[in-house]
């Protein structure tokens, strides 16, 4: 089951389900094993390149299923079938664009220096015992 609090998803791969994930570590290994930076995989995936869209799975598979996803012509067929079971092109490219943007979202609530909240951020609740009407003495 994915943690959303990990940057995780769940890939619905027909009856199948595929937690994903994209690492730091999986990222570079998507630079080396593509020759390409992250980004550019990311655009040409976009632009409907099944080839870089099958290296951002490829990646996203690392942390949870890397015994699938070996980085061998074989391990990419492998991944190649995961897309046709996600419904192919279109069906992957939904699913992958909802997951990086869900992991690109700013939500406001990390704050940008330990210490400091972040614009709009709620303030931290009062410990119980504590503030102006409180009678411990410590």
Known sequence: MANKERGEWTLAAGADRYVLR???????ELEE???????EVQARA?????????YLLWAS???HHA???????????????IVD???GLLGLMQQIKAFIAWNAEDTGDVPKKAG??????RPRSAQAGTGVSSISTH
């Open 33 to 39: 094993f593509s020759g390409k930076l992250f980004d």
């Open 116 to 121: 400091e909240a972040s614009a709009g951020a």
């Open 67 to 81: 015994d699938l996803a070996t980085p061998d012509k074989e391990g990419l067929k492998r991944i190649g079938q």
């Open 22 to 28: 994209l690492t730091t570590n999986a990222c570079c």
């Open 46 to 54: 976009n632009r409907g390149s099944l080839i870089h869209l099958r």
């Open 61 to 63: 598979l690392q942390e």
């Open 85 to 87: 079971a996600a419904g």
